[in-house]
């Protein structure tokens, strides 16, 4: 299946833009040749040649290129490739455990109609997902005041739950998709030769639904990652964030700023200020924007692969 999708052009191009994305996010210090640390640090005022100041932050595009800085002087640029990968992995590992989950359960007992499950997507089904993730997830961070934990531990709580959201439709979906599969004449056929379940899952049921996990695994990956941006505009972010305190003591600001790098974070902490510094906005999404495009490349390449092998 790889060697003949690599022929879609759509596929390759989609691919290619993701894996590029993710490669640069872990070595662009090397690549470009700069201190992780310090590209990282904040700005707080730009000078002229006499060492007068010129611009207070936040500084645009044009002032400090190529992205300008977010709203405490820290470059967009190194910001958003070194959380590429953030973004991208926790969208990978979330798409991957919400099929291998819901696959999981199907294949444990296929004759299964689920009906709990499905009259779970059916009563959540007009209630949008963000809503159910921010109601699960400020549980959570309500809790955290209570009963502090390890920001290893608190993302993979947060992605759980995530995961567990996503995994009732696809359990819906898989039910039919694994009985049409077991209901074919060699499948049948194949049991009644005296075959175990796990040879003809492996043999059989799997290469079947291979396209299709393929196809819904780059569709729950955009879903992720357009979940991520809404959560992120609600101020929960993925890894827990920190209060900080800015300003003098008379008149303190208080500031939340989240603990990983991932972008929806920065769209969470910026989007108040659309009209004073809209790159602080535009540029994560766009980021976000054409990250979902490169998905749906792939998803239209596989869609062309599955299109010509069928007829």
Same mark, same amino acid.
């Given at each position: ?43 707080? @005022? ?50 991957? @455990? ?17 009906? @709990? ?99 819904? @695994? ?94």
């Amino acid at each position: 299946m790889i060697l003949k999708l690599i022929r879609q052009p759509q596929f390759i191009i989609g691919l290619l833009f993701i894996l590029s994305l993710l490669v640069f996010s872990f070595t662009w210090p090397n690549v470009l040749e700069v201190d992780k640390a310090e590209s990282l640090e904040k700005i707080d @005022f730009l000078y002229d040649d006499d060492g007068n100041i010129t611009a207070f932050i936040p500084f645009s595009p044009s002032q400090v290129p190529p992205f300008g800085t977010d709203l405490y002087g820290k470059q967009l640029f190194y910001q958003i490739i070194d959380g590429a990968k953030y973004t991208i992995l926790i969208a990978v590992g979330i798409a991957f @455990f919400r099929i291998f989950i819901s696959v999981g359960i199907v294949l444990i007992n296929p004759k299964s109609n689920f009906t @709990f499950l499905n009259d779970i997507v059916q009563a959540t089904l007009y209630i949008p997902t963000t809503i159910l993730a921010y109601l699960f997830l400020t549980s959570l961070t309500m809790r955290l005041n209570f009963a502090p934990m390890s920001s290893m531990k608190l993302i993979m709580i947060q992605c759980l739950i995530l995961i567990g959201i996503g995994v009732p439709p696809l359990v819906s979906t898989f039910t039919k998709e694994i009985k049409t599969i077991l209901n074919k004449d060699y499948i049948i056929n194949t049991f009644a030769m005296g075959s175990g379940k796990t040879y003809v899952y492996y043999k059989h049921v799997l290469p079947e639904l291979l396209t299709k996990l393929t196809l819904l @695994f780059a569709q729950q990956m955009i879903q992720t990652l357009i979940l991520l941006a809404h959560l992120g505009v609600l101020a929960i972010f993925i890894g827990g964030s920190e209060t900080l305190v800015l300003g003098d003591h008379l008149d303190p600001i208080l500031v939340i700023i989240p603990l990983a790098g991932e972008w929806a974070g920065i769209i969470g902490t910026s989007y108040t200020k659309l009209q004073a510094a809209p790159w602080i906005i535009l540029i994560p999404l766009a980021f976000f924007a054409v990250t979902i495009l490169a998905l749906n490349l792939i998803i239209n390449g596989i869609k062309n692969y599955a299109d010509i092998y069928k007829s």
